[in-house]
């Protein structure tokens, strides 16, 4: 939380406010987050190798993580981020676009593993002799910042700690945990298999605008643990522009990503024309393609207990997706509400969201001639949209101990008329320190 200091100005002032505002030089916190989930049996009329089971399926993931903020000297501070990470998800994570588990990777080995998932190094370059003052949180030292500034950011870190932020939704260890409900989904975001990216940043920041540009590495393949450092081959670029009031947030992002995914057209093409080809578009292609997208992202707060939010999603969809997920176009929206209740000191929180996910003509087409990406593929497609519906309801039992219950109605997994509906269901527990 970030709050605004009034009034004085000046080099004399700014000093004044240090004494007054004593910075800390250290951050530590932590967090770990146990998602079950649980989805009955459900009819299809066929199955591929990337769907969803029909047999009920139980699934389990643990993320544990700790957060260290290191202030190095004014204006300039070291974050790192240890994680354990553990379990599955539906499948090995296939057979729904947009996933119903957002704390779980596209990993096939589901043994507890231990890795950096953060190191990276931020830097202000004040604007203005104002100060704002921002306390003790995740990611975040306590102590001032200057209210308008330029910020460098260099290191690895995840793209979505820097981009499509959310009041309402962008957190699946405490809030919505669809994949394409936290996050934009037709982002096809770089990142390596955990979603994690080695990524440089500029951003201009005021009291009311937020303007980001960052650069970053894609993975050598769709889906790989393995960054490629060849610029001349495969690269990401993205920009928002963000504008913020009290109650009011708006973000608008543009990417454009260049990697050796191959064109959907170009894998139809060889088949009808007889080539040899197993529709599986994991690996490289012999060029390089550009694959560009938008996202428009809005938060309202009504009041102190309720909060609207709203995404639009779009990306030409010519190319294979790389990194994130098969969607080329989603709509989203929700409202969260805070329930004060007389069992609880805390309120209660209830959340309800939907997403319609869609594909591209030239994805649509790989997919019905019985191709796979690396998250969905039925072998055939009857195409309808993909539309999900999402509830759920976080207890708090201690100040660092929140207890969920989510449902998730999946109409169309995987684009496919054929198959489902499927519910799903999940029980989270989550711990902050």
């Known amino acids: 939380m970030i709050m605004g200091l009034s009034g004085i100005s000046g080099t004399t002032a700014m000093a004044q406010q240090m004494k007054a505002l004593p910075d800390s030089n250290w951050s530590i916190h932590y967090q770990m987050t146990v998602i079950s989930q649980y989805h009955p049996s459900f009819h299809a009329a066929y199955s591929g190798k990337n769907s969803l089971s029909t047999s009920a399926d139980w699934a389990t993931s643990l993320t544990s993580t700790l957060y260290l903020g290191r202030r190095l000297w004014r204006n300039a501070i070291l974050f790192a981020s240890p994680e354990i990470s553990g379990g599955q998800g539906f499948n090995d994570v296939r057979g729904i676009a947009g996933f119903t588990n957002g704390d779980i990777y596209r990993v096939s080995d589901p043994k507890p593993q231990v890795y950096l998932a953060r190191l990276y190094w931020v830097q202000y370059i004040p604007l203005s002799d104002r100060l704002m003052q921002q306390s003790d949180e995740i990611l975040q030292v306590g102590g001032y910042v200057p209210e308008s500034r330029l910020e460098l950011i260099i290191g690895k870190l995840p793209m979505t700690d820097l981009f499509d932020d959310n009041v309402a939704s962008h957190d699946p260890r405490t809030q919505f945990m669809n994949w394409s409900i ?98 599986d578009v994991i690996h490289p292609a012999a060029d390089s393609h550009a694959k560009n997208g938008i996202g428009i992202n809005a938060d309202y707060q009504f009041n102190t207990r309720s909060i609207a939010f709203l995404r639009v999603g779009w990306n030409d969809g010519h190319t294979a997706t790389w990194a994130f997920t098969e969607i080329d176009r989603t709509l989203s929206g929700g409202l969260v509400r805070d329930l004060q209740l007389s069992f609880s000191q805390q309120p209660i929180r209830l959340g309800c969201a939907f997403v319609i996910n869609g594909l591209s003509a030239d994805h649509r087409d790989f997919i019905a001639n019985g191709g796979y990406g690396f998250v969905i593929g039925d072998g055939r497609l009857r195409y309808g949209t993909e539309n999900i519906i999402e509830a759920y309801l976080a207890i708090p039992i201690r100040q660092f101990l929140q207890v969920s219950g989510d449902y998730q109605w999946v109409q169309h997994p995987a684009y496919n008329c054929d198959r489902g509906p499927v519910s799903v269901w999940s029980i989270r527990v989550h711990v902050d320190l």
């Open 182 to 279: 936290m996050d934009n989904g037709a982002w096809d975001f770089p990142a390596d298999v955990r979603g994690y990216d080695a990524i440089a940043s500029i951003a201009y920041i005021s009291h009311l605008w937020k303007i980001r540009f960052a650069e970053a590495l894609e993975p050598v393949y769709a889906n790989a643990a393995v960054l490629s450092w060849d610029l001349h081959k495969s690269h990401s670029e993205t920009l928002e522009i963000g504008y913020s009031e009290r109650s009011f947030h708006l973000r608008v992002h543009a990417y454009h990503n260049f990697t050796p995914a191959p064109r959907y057209a170009d894998v139809i093409n060889q088949k009808r024309l007889g080539i040899d080809t197993s529709l």
